[in-house]
């Protein structure tokens, strides 16, 4: 019993170590793109090469910064909204494959999992809108409750095709089902690759959206809404928001790169000895690089286009991306139950 | 005691609550401090939902007391504060003021002067629109159209940088011609810059022209009547956005602009209706090639001489009577009334401001649109609130 809750302990520092080390890398890596699509430098002072440690400073100046709460705002709900923001994001980390045998916790239902606890953001989202005390925070959480419920729909059915090919709802079970003869047998290069395209495509919309990243990011609409659902809090309790963003970013990437993007699998992985530590690092560094290629498309998107208006996003949400992802589920289901005809006859 | 959870709700207690829940719009200060207001203006939006169902525009915010100024400091000290109302766009402002003065003068610009006078103006209209269309960008969530238009935007206040010493409020254009004659190679640079800028003009045009999310969120957006247009005073883009074929440059020409050719662009409804958001973007794109045509033209056309009327000295004492000249701004008609007593200070010196005129209609087009609308109306129109409220 010990021994359980001391790993137990150990696993969950190391994930809260992850978490904040890729936000803090991804905040100044979102900067860097920006400044690259725009024609900028982006931070290039602080710390000197590149102006690498400006996260770390920017991190250091929100812990010390005053702990605002307005007279009006709900005292409970308000400092409670970061806290609940934060723990699902973190509980997400749990069931991501690092590696072979490198995750906190394979659960069965992994993917289930990720889907059920990513929607407990949203409940975060709407306290702190609610306990704010400002029309535009309402206006950012209400915004905020309408897109994650339109957009819940699309992204559950756009993960089935994925879930009925490997027959599994675990991410571990799915990665190592991609390994192929050469670590090549990604779900996307697979004889249903037809089926794989479009619905990671209808994935990756969604994803856009569920994480409130642009065009789809009116809940914090800053030309809008200020800063919506934010726009009241300060210091630590605001960094939990940009953490939040940052690393349900790089979840729902890592979800696409081990169910459309072979996970850990990189070519060559058949060559390596099982076990070996060698195998340990470079498959690690392979999903890794997968999720942070997803999340640079992110950051891309938000640097190129226009933010949407709350009806073309509920439009597109219930008009296109709904049937289109119902469609790709059920052609998923039909292929796999011609391919199981064909393998009994 | 009334234990119901709305009951907490209700302001006067001891009163029968209803269980129906009741609803009332919803009132919202877009402002002072928001960021999509251009500058410190205040929106009252009263919205039910995401529906707007009224506007209300708050100004003076940066009320600076310009025109007051005018009556205080004498005619020549006056034309750096024209710099600050529209400081977009100061060199039109500086022009405006000087024709004002001039005419009141009686005195005609020399020839070199007039040019210089219309390139600089021009060159500050290609900066203004950029910066419009830029920001306007911005208010619909994309950021890297600003970034893109600054870096052009740029490389026309380093060439005033080079002509007058200053990037923002020039001071360049004064009564009796301009400050100095263009340093050597200036003309030369000019012609650099149009050469670069007709080359990214299209790239501005396939970042928020051809972007489908950007017609979606202006095309049949805050339709702009002509009737209305016409009826709130409108002016500059706002009005050729509408369908309306004014211009002061060609339909009451100042300076050398007779002698040119350009068209005037009006709003055809590109991707919606006449009048739309996405016109007035139309407009101002287009109003810039226009630019360039011009500028070629002056280029060519610009002669050798003397670029300040040698009567006009540092002290100015205009005859006394009143004048008024209105010159087209990158915003639309800027207006001055001067009136001379025949001393070195003026009695009055009024703005008619286009921004002005332009913001109060925006009011009437938010009803029925949604929020995320009033920061792509309020971009439309293009103010600079410090020409609003002077």
Redesign the interface.
Known sequence: MYELLLSTAIALAVVLAFITVAAMFFVYAERKV?GW????VGPNRTGGFAGWAQSIADSIKLLLKEDLILRGADRRLFQLAPAVVMASAFALFVVLPFGPGLIVADVDLGVFLILAIASVTTIGVIMAGWGSYN??SV?GAMREAAQVASYEIPLGLSLMPPILYFGTFSLKAATEAQTGSFGMGWYLFSDAFWIAIPSFLLFFVAALAENKR??F??PE??????AGFHTEYSGIRFSFFFLEEYAAMFVFSAVGAALWLGGWNFPGIHLLEPGSTLLLVLATASFVLKAFFLVFIMMWVR??????????VMTLGYKYLTPLSMAMALIAAGWEYVKHLGAQA | MNSHPAARFDDKPGREVELDVATQD?M?HMGPQ???THGVMRVLLKADG?ILAGAQTHLGYLHRCAEKIGESVDWLQYLPYTDRYDYLAAMNNNLGYSLAVESLLGVEVPERAQYLRVIVAELNRIASHLFAVGTY????????PL??AL?DREEVLELFEKICGARLTYSYVRPGGVMNDAPEGWLASVAAFLDGFEKTWHEYWTLIAE?K??I??TANIGVLSAEQALAWGCSGPMLRGSGIDWDLRRDQPYLIYDRLEFDVIQGVGYRGQVGDCFDRTFVRMFEMVESVRILRQCLEQIPDGEVLHEEVGAVIRPAPGESYVAIENPRGELGHYCVSDGTKIAVRVRVRSPSFCNMSVAEHLMPGA??????AIIGSVDIVVGETDR
Not at chain 1, 37 to 40: V, Y
């Open positions: 920006a699509i725009q024609h900028r029309k535009w206006y642009a065009p990011d009116l609409a800053e030309s809008e809404l200020v640097w190129t286009v226009p933010r949407l208006r709350i009806d073309q | 919803c919202i928001h960021p999509a995401e960008g911005l208010d619909l969530g994309a950021f890297t970034f893109t870096r972007n999310i950007f979606e969120r949604m929020l995320g609308d009033a920061a």
